[in-house]
């Protein structure tokens, strides 16, 4: 969330990063409120200022022995004003309040303007591999191996919900202990192991919603969420709290399943392991000063490329553009990792930087220790990776021509020394 005090000051900065984002949201109506607002703030001040004028007023009568019942009189009336202000300045802030919740963070100066055709590549890693054969999709790998079953996952639940099975299923618990043990013993993240349900203050503190609500799956008689990313409750872990300075920076790593309804993108990318409801993903979590944010950013995508290297995968970091960042993000660096059975780029990560905005929604501070005074603390977020998307990734890169598919050997240990997949 912007401070409408930064908006206030930083109008044209502000409206420009709308522009930019090709967001159509009308600042002048927050700048209008506000000014109302402080209005009658003044006003308030005013009227509390005569009230404690009048009991003064009314303290020295009484002690003079005089009668005080005109001047109580009119503080009755000043009473009755500042109930009414009270009201109308509740009312104000709380609409002042609903706009700054949908007011996006502001971008960047460091990022492409446009949409997502403006996305630039920072850097590639790697060359798509060269097959002696037609190198087959995932789906088809999947079948012949034996490892997901696309339609029971479906049964069970319905469309674009999977059924890991036998070595499929290993593969998949091998990638997350993989992870969580690469971020825990090299890269310094603590781990954790948050609920999957969550409340909406969470949902709102990371900023999914308001908007974002249609996305996500709701219970029906709590208001409770089931989480898109381990973001949501591993950030407002610190929720209201005032971190001491000398604690900072805090990395968090989380493996949690994901859950995204995706509304709205049906019939898109639908088929096997591109676009499902429910997904594994280890996620990143920091907490820094303001100061460190975009150098810990960069070490943020440090820490998710590793996972790639490691795996082997030919991937590129893409810096989103002005119009393709999210909601809530400064600055967002995607990561595409090549599939050659479906000769595509597929997102497996995304590392990005909010500054104070999702601190300021979720009130996580920290306490100077130089001028003891609290500010708010910067939070950045990254997936170290995304399944399953690696997951088809790794099938389609080290597939072989009788079918099989070598494991990576960093997962090998995790697979209990198995070294390929074979029907």
Partial sequence: ??????????????KASLAKRGNKFNLDEVIALDEERRKIILGLDDL??????????????IKEKKDPKEK???????????????????????????LLMVIPNVVHDSIPVGDAKNNKIVRSWGEPKRFDFKPKPHTDICEYLDIVDFARGAKLTGSNFILYKKLGARL??????????????RHGYQEMWPPVLVNRASMTGTGQLPKLEDDMYRLKDEDLFLIPTAEVPVTNIHRDEILDEEKLPIYYT????????????YGKDTKGLVRVHQFDKVELVKFVKPKDSFDELEKLVGNAEAVLQALGLT??????????????????????????????????SSCSNFCDFQARRANIRFRS???????????LNGSGVALARTVICILENNQQKDGSVLIPECLRPYMGGLEIIER
Wanted: charged share 30%.
């Fill in 1 to 14: 969330m912007l401070d409408i005090r930064f908006i206030r000051e930083n109008v044209e900065l502000v």
């Fill in 48 to 61: 509390r200022r005569q009230k404690n004028e009048a009991n003064d007023a009314i303290t020295q009568l």
């Fill in 72 to 98: 109580i009189a009119s503080m009755k009336g000043v009473a009755v004003k500042i109930d009414e202000f009270d009201a109308r300045l509740r009312e104000k802030e709380g609409e002042l309040s609903k």
């Fill in 172 to 185: 998949e618990r091998a990638l997350i202990n993989f992870m969580v043990d690469l971020h825990t013993s």
């Fill in 254 to 265: 989380a493996y949690t399943p994901c859950f995204r309804r995706e509304a709205g993108s």
């Fill in 315 to 348: 991937y590129r970091v893409v810096m989103l553009a002005s119009g393709d960042i999210s909601f809530a993000a400064t600055k967002c660096y995607d990561f595409e990792a090549y599939a050659p059975g479906l000769d595509a780029w597929l997102e497996v």
């Fill in 369 to 379: 220790k130089d001028t003891k005074k609290t500010e708010f603390v910067h939070t």
